[in-house]
């Protein structure tokens, strides 16, 4: 790890900022990109704004890359937003918002830099999604939908890419404390209080999934669940589809009594 050359955007707050610490921790050479990047990186952490709906941002990234690095060892697609609401409270401007950021931030970032992972023959592509995007809470439409989408393209990219020696995974994190939540917008404001007060709440920090991610990537796996909630709950979906189900009918029920 201490000779790799890494790109993290989100880099300047939540997991992104646990995952440039680590990184530099460990000696590796990381670029933190961020609408805000931090004033006072670690030693070997170098501060770049970048805003990943932007294809300017992320082709002036990577000629940085190519220019100060020579190439890149692994991409980190993890700047994204909060969102959700129910069904009919959640206008398609939110959407249209949400999937801006999270995914096509995640897309914008994998084409800038397939190229060169192609052309060394090595890499790899780390995509934030979220336990949500498995195991799809009720009243959070539009994050599960968007996270479901980064795990599909997180797969097809691992896929994809695999013959040219590049690899891929998807995080899918459950609850941790984050600051995510500050971007938490939209017209369910009661829904949106209960799921910052589960982050608030979660006894997960930000550090401990990012030591758990670097992990995960040691081994190689494409798809990390990061805590052991995600583990169990996606164990549950797989293993006992009825009980996953009435669990889920009851949070829906539970949603549906906040609504009132």
Known sequence: ???????????????????VRRYAAAGARVLSCDLRPQQHAPAGVVPR???????????????????????????????????????ELCSLEEWRGIFEVNL????????????????????????????AGLVPPPGMGSYNAVKAAVVAFSETTAHELAP?????????????????????????????????RLVRESPISADDIAAAVLEG?????????PDEPARAAYALKLSD?????????????RVRERGR
């Open 1 to 19: 790890m201490s000779a790799q050359r890494v790109l993290v955007t989100g880099g300047a707050s939540g997991l992104g900022a646990a995952l």
């Open 49 to 87: 704004r970048l805003d990943v709906r932007s294809d300017e941002d992320w082709e002036a990234a990577r000629a940085w890359v190519e220019a100060e690095w020579g190439g890149l060892d692994v991409l980190v697609n993890n700047a994204g937003v909060a969102g959700g609401g129910r069904i």
């Open 104 to 131: 096509f931030g995640v897309v914008r970032g994998t084409r800038a830099f397939v190229p060169m992972l192609k052309a060394q023959g090595s890499g790899w592509v780390v995509n934030t999604a979220s336990l």
């Open 164 to 196: 040219y020696g590049v690899g891929c995974s998807a995080v899918c994190p459950s609850y941790f404390r984050t600051n995510l939540v500050d971007s938490l917008r939209g017209a369910d404001t009661d829904l949106a209080e209960h799921v910052a």
């Open 217 to 225: 990537l040691e081994r190689g796996e494409e798809l990390i669940l």
């Open 241 to 253: 589809r009825a009980a996953y189900d009435a669990q889920m009918r009851a949070t829906a029920a």
